[in-house]
T-cell receptor
Framework: GENVEQHPSTLSVQEGDSAVIKCTYS??????FPWYKQELGKRPQLIID?????GEKKDQRIAVTLNKTAKHFSLHITETQPEDSAVYFC???????????FGRGTSLIVHP | DAGVTQSPTHLIKTRGQQVTLRCSPK?????VSWYQQALGQGPQFIFQ???????QRGNFPDRFSGHQFPNYSSELNVNALLLGDSALYLC???????????FGPGTRLTVT
Protein backbone atom coordinates (compact mmCIF):
# COMPACT_ATOMS: atom_id res chain seq x y z
CA GLY A 1 0.00 0.00 0.00
CA GLU A 2 0.86 3.67 -0.12
CA ASN A 3 3.32 5.08 2.41
CA VAL A 4 3.63 8.82 3.05
CA GLU A 5 6.57 10.28 4.96
CA GLN A 6 6.37 13.86 6.23
CA HIS A 7 9.16 16.13 7.52
CA PRO A 8 9.86 17.90 9.74
CA SER A 9 7.69 16.81 12.63
CA THR A 10 8.04 20.25 14.23
CA LEU A 11 8.85 23.57 12.58
CA SER A 12 9.36 26.79 14.49
CA VAL A 13 9.63 30.10 12.61
CA GLN A 14 9.44 33.81 13.28
CA GLU A 15 6.47 35.77 12.04
CA GLY A 16 7.10 36.90 8.47
CA ASP A 17 9.46 34.02 7.67
CA SER A 18 8.66 31.31 5.14
CA ALA A 19 7.89 27.71 6.11
CA VAL A 20 8.37 24.59 4.00
CA ILE A 21 6.98 21.15 4.79
CA LYS A 22 8.01 18.15 2.68
CA CYS A 23 6.36 14.82 1.95
CA THR A 24 7.37 11.76 -0.01
CA TYR A 25 5.11 8.99 -1.26
CA SER A 26 5.78 5.47 -2.41
CA UNK A 27 3.04 4.59 -4.92
CA UNK A 28 3.77 6.06 -8.35
CA UNK A 29 0.07 5.64 -9.22
CA UNK A 30 -0.94 8.28 -6.65
CA UNK A 31 -2.29 11.33 -8.44
CA UNK A 32 -4.00 13.53 -5.86
CA PHE A 33 -2.17 15.31 -3.06
CA PRO A 34 -4.17 17.38 -0.54
CA TRP A 35 -2.86 19.36 2.41
CA TYR A 36 -4.86 19.80 5.59
CA LYS A 37 -4.50 22.24 8.46
CA GLN A 38 -5.66 21.10 11.89
CA GLU A 39 -5.81 23.58 14.74
CA LEU A 40 -5.82 22.24 18.27
CA GLY A 41 -9.10 20.47 19.02
CA LYS A 42 -10.55 21.22 15.60
CA ARG A 43 -11.27 19.35 12.38
CA PRO A 44 -8.71 18.99 9.58
CA GLN A 45 -9.42 21.62 6.92
CA LEU A 46 -8.41 21.27 3.30
CA ILE A 47 -6.16 24.24 2.49
CA ILE A 48 -4.77 23.35 -0.92
CA ASP A 49 -4.45 20.35 -3.18
CA UNK A 50 -2.63 19.40 -6.37
CA UNK A 51 -3.13 16.79 -9.04
CA UNK A 52 -0.39 14.91 -10.79
CA UNK A 53 -0.86 16.74 -14.08
CA UNK A 54 0.24 20.00 -12.43
CA GLY A 55 3.67 20.87 -11.04
CA GLU A 56 2.75 23.83 -8.87
CA LYS A 57 -0.33 25.52 -7.46
CA LYS A 58 -0.63 28.77 -5.51
CA ASP A 59 -3.32 30.30 -3.37
CA GLN A 60 -2.34 33.62 -1.82
CA ARG A 61 0.41 32.89 0.74
CA ILE A 62 0.43 29.14 0.28
CA ALA A 63 1.76 27.04 -2.58
CA VAL A 64 2.30 23.37 -3.25
CA THR A 65 4.88 21.87 -5.58
CA LEU A 66 4.96 18.32 -6.92
CA ASN A 67 7.86 16.33 -8.34
CA LYS A 68 6.40 13.11 -9.78
CA THR A 69 9.76 11.70 -10.77
CA ALA A 70 11.14 11.97 -7.27
CA LYS A 71 7.74 11.23 -5.72
CA HIS A 72 7.75 14.17 -3.38
CA PHE A 73 5.61 17.24 -2.82
CA SER A 74 5.98 20.27 -0.60
CA LEU A 75 3.88 22.93 1.08
CA HIS A 76 5.25 26.47 1.10
CA ILE A 77 3.84 29.19 3.34
CA THR A 78 5.20 32.69 2.87
CA GLU A 79 4.95 35.66 5.25
CA THR A 80 3.86 33.41 8.10
CA GLN A 81 1.49 34.77 10.73
CA PRO A 82 0.75 33.51 14.27
CA GLU A 83 -2.63 32.23 13.07
CA ASP A 84 -0.78 29.85 10.74
CA SER A 85 0.27 27.91 13.85
CA ALA A 86 -1.31 24.45 13.58
CA VAL A 87 -0.56 20.87 12.60
CA TYR A 88 -0.32 20.37 8.85
CA PHE A 89 -0.94 16.99 7.22
CA CYS A 90 -0.07 15.93 3.71
CA UNK A 91 -1.83 13.04 2.01
CA UNK A 92 -1.67 11.03 -1.20
CA UNK A 93 -4.39 9.09 -3.02
CA UNK A 94 -5.08 7.69 -6.45
CA UNK A 95 -8.00 7.58 -8.79
CA UNK A 96 -10.23 4.57 -8.35
CA UNK A 97 -9.45 4.52 -4.66
CA UNK A 98 -9.88 8.12 -3.56
CA UNK A 99 -8.69 7.06 -0.12
CA UNK A 100 -5.91 9.33 1.12
CA UNK A 101 -2.95 8.03 3.07
CA PHE A 102 -1.85 10.71 5.51
CA GLY A 103 1.56 11.72 6.72
CA ARG A 104 2.18 11.95 10.46
CA GLY A 105 1.85 15.72 10.53
CA THR A 106 4.04 18.78 11.08
CA SER A 107 3.47 21.05 14.02
CA LEU A 108 4.12 24.60 12.77
CA ILE A 109 4.75 27.23 15.43
CA VAL A 110 4.91 30.86 14.32
CA HIS A 111 6.40 33.15 16.95
CA PRO A 112 5.17 36.76 16.96
CA ASP B 1 -25.33 25.26 3.98
CA ALA B 2 -24.48 22.86 6.80
CA GLY B 3 -21.08 21.28 6.88
CA VAL B 4 -20.27 17.80 8.14
CA THR B 5 -21.65 17.17 11.60
CA GLN B 6 -20.85 14.41 14.09
CA SER B 7 -22.31 13.25 17.36
CA PRO B 8 -21.57 12.92 20.15
CA THR B 9 -18.66 15.28 20.71
CA HIS B 10 -17.13 13.25 23.50
CA LEU B 11 -17.74 9.75 24.79
CA ILE B 12 -16.31 7.68 27.61
CA LYS B 13 -16.72 3.92 27.51
CA THR B 14 -15.39 0.91 29.39
CA ARG B 15 -13.37 -1.92 27.86
CA GLY B 16 -15.58 -4.56 26.28
CA GLN B 17 -18.49 -2.19 25.65
CA GLN B 18 -19.89 -1.21 22.29
CA VAL B 19 -20.18 2.29 20.84
CA THR B 20 -22.03 3.95 17.96
CA LEU B 21 -20.89 7.21 16.42
CA ARG B 22 -22.93 9.25 13.96
CA CYS B 23 -22.17 11.47 11.01
CA SER B 24 -24.22 13.68 8.72
CA PRO B 25 -22.47 14.65 5.49
CA LYS B 26 -22.20 18.09 3.98
CA UNK B 27 -25.26 19.06 1.99
CA UNK B 28 -25.08 17.59 -1.50
CA UNK B 29 -22.51 14.94 -0.57
CA UNK B 30 -23.30 11.25 -0.91
CA UNK B 31 -20.08 9.56 0.22
CA VAL B 32 -18.93 9.18 3.81
CA SER B 33 -15.52 8.03 5.02
CA TRP B 34 -14.47 7.29 8.58
CA TYR B 35 -11.02 7.84 10.05
CA GLN B 36 -9.33 7.12 13.36
CA GLN B 37 -6.85 9.73 14.56
CA ALA B 38 -4.66 8.74 17.49
CA LEU B 39 -2.97 11.51 19.45
CA GLY B 40 -0.06 12.97 17.50
CA GLN B 41 -0.81 10.94 14.37
CA GLY B 42 -2.43 11.52 11.02
CA PRO B 43 -5.92 10.18 10.34
CA GLN B 44 -6.06 6.47 9.45
CA PHE B 45 -8.74 5.34 7.03
CA ILE B 46 -11.31 2.89 8.44
CA PHE B 47 -13.87 2.55 5.63
CA GLN B 48 -15.95 4.43 3.09
CA UNK B 49 -19.66 4.21 2.34
CA UNK B 50 -21.36 5.03 -0.92
CA UNK B 51 -24.91 4.16 -1.97
CA UNK B 52 -25.42 2.47 1.39
CA UNK B 53 -22.61 -0.01 0.78
CA UNK B 54 -19.07 -0.29 2.09
CA UNK B 55 -16.95 0.63 -0.91
CA GLN B 56 -13.45 0.59 0.56
CA ARG B 57 -12.00 -0.67 3.80
CA GLY B 58 -8.73 0.03 5.55
CA ASN B 59 -6.72 -2.22 7.82
CA PHE B 60 -9.13 -2.37 10.75
CA PRO B 61 -10.60 -5.48 12.40
CA ASP B 62 -14.18 -6.62 11.99
CA ARG B 63 -14.99 -5.08 15.37
CA PHE B 64 -15.33 -1.89 13.35
CA SER B 65 -18.48 -1.84 11.26
CA GLY B 66 -20.63 0.80 9.69
CA HIS B 67 -23.80 1.69 7.96
CA GLN B 68 -25.07 4.34 5.59
CA PHE B 69 -28.69 5.40 5.49
CA PRO B 70 -30.76 6.50 2.48
CA ASN B 71 -30.27 10.15 3.50
CA TYR B 72 -26.47 9.54 3.25
CA SER B 73 -25.87 9.86 6.98
CA SER B 74 -23.67 7.18 8.48
CA GLU B 75 -22.87 5.31 11.67
CA LEU B 76 -19.64 3.78 12.90
CA ASN B 77 -19.97 0.91 15.35
CA VAL B 78 -17.14 -0.49 17.40
CA ASN B 79 -17.64 -3.68 19.41
CA ALA B 80 -15.61 -5.14 22.27
CA LEU B 81 -13.79 -1.86 22.89
CA LEU B 82 -10.09 -1.94 23.71
CA LEU B 83 -8.01 0.71 25.43
CA GLY B 84 -6.24 1.22 22.09
CA ASP B 85 -9.49 2.31 20.49
CA SER B 86 -9.24 5.61 22.36
CA ALA B 87 -8.87 8.24 19.65
CA LEU B 88 -10.56 11.03 17.73
CA TYR B 89 -12.94 9.53 15.17
CA LEU B 90 -13.39 11.70 12.13
CA CYS B 91 -16.02 11.52 9.46
CA UNK B 92 -15.41 13.05 6.04
CA UNK B 93 -17.84 13.53 3.20
CA UNK B 94 -17.45 13.95 -0.53
CA UNK B 95 -19.57 13.83 -3.64
CA UNK B 96 -19.49 10.71 -5.79
CA UNK B 97 -16.07 10.08 -7.15
CA UNK B 98 -14.65 13.49 -6.34
CA UNK B 99 -11.39 13.52 -4.47
CA UNK B 100 -12.01 16.50 -2.18
CA UNK B 101 -13.15 15.47 1.28
CA UNK B 102 -14.48 17.67 4.04
CA PHE B 103 -14.08 16.62 7.64
CA GLY B 104 -16.45 16.83 10.55
CA PRO B 105 -15.36 18.03 14.01
CA GLY B 106 -14.85 14.49 15.24
CA THR B 107 -15.91 12.41 18.23
CA ARG B 108 -13.37 12.00 21.00
CA LEU B 109 -13.68 8.42 22.33
CA THR B 110 -12.00 7.49 25.57
CA VAL B 111 -11.94 3.84 26.61
CA THR B 112 -11.15 3.18 30.27
Amino acid sequence: GENVEQHPSTLSVQEGDSAVIKCTYSDSASNYFPWYKQELGKRPQLIIDIRSNVGEKKDQRIAVTLNKTAKHFSLHITETQPEDSAVYFCAASKGGSYIPTFGRGTSLIVHP
Amino acid sequence: DAGVTQSPTHLIKTRGQQVTLRCSPKSGHDTVSWYQQALGQGPQFIFQYYEEEERQRGNFPDRFSGHQFPNYSSELNVNALLLGDSALYLCASSFGGRLEQYFGPGTRLTVT
